[in-house]
């Protein structure tokens, strides 16, 4: 994908104020890029700590990547048991080694704080004005054994978790010289903004 004006950042940072997100459930189609296979009973069994990930890039267009694709593997099955693919928010000018593209994936960090490790899927960043990264982001849903989307988890620009206070803060550059940052908390399953603060530059 090619850069992303400044102005379409600032519209969806806007546009996260007035939506919720939650977690999706776990049959999501080809419009979100997730899909699950027709598991049997045994990998409907398998536990969060039975998943490991693989993550590979492509295609090549006009010398830059710009997709990714992870795919998530149970000891139940030799075909993956989850298979996730979209285009990176921007494209690369040659693929990430096996070493970096495994930074890419991070399953150990705790998304809404029930004690589970989730899942992120780093999608890239936004160089335009001030640096922003994105990330897709699944939790996990012990009662299906299966990991559900936060659809709109891809809006919040340079996510940080905080389990101290089970709180996620995002910052976006709004104005020229003004930064604002949005705290996020979960309330009955769905992420809400709590609190939001704006600074101009030098006040920081």
């Known amino acids: 994908m090619i850069k992303l004006p400044a102005i379409l950042t600032l519209c969806c940072c806007f546009l996260l104020n007035a939506q919720s997100i ?100 780093y999608i890239g960043l936004n160089a335009v004005g001030r640096v922003s990264e994105y990330y897709d982001g699944f939790v996990w849903d012990d009662e299906e054994k299966c990991f559900a989307m936060v659809l709109d988890f891809d809006l919040i620009s340079n996510p940080v978790i905080h389990p101290d206070t089970k709180t996620i803060t995002s910052t976006a550059r709004t104005d020229a010289v003004e930064i604002t940052t949005w705290t996020y908390a979960w309330v009955d399953g769905y992420l809400e903004v709590i609190d939001e603060t704006t600074s101009t530059f030098g006040d920081e």
């Open 22 to 121: 939650k977690g999706d459930n776990c049959s999501l189609g080809n419009e979100t890029g997730m899909t699950y296979s027709e598991r049997n009973e045994q990998e409907r069994s398998a536990a969060r700590e039975d998943y490991r990930f693989e993550v590979s890039f492509g295609p090549e267009s006009e010398g830059y990547i710009g997709r990714i694709f992870v795919k998530a593997y149970t000891p139940q099955s030799d075909e993956p048991a989850m298979e996730f693919e979209r285009d990176l928010v921007e494209r690369l000018a040659e693929a990430p080694s096996p070493e970096e593209a495994a930074r890419w994936v991070n399953d150990t960090t705790d998304i809404n704080f029930d004690g589970i490790p989730d899942l992120m899927v």
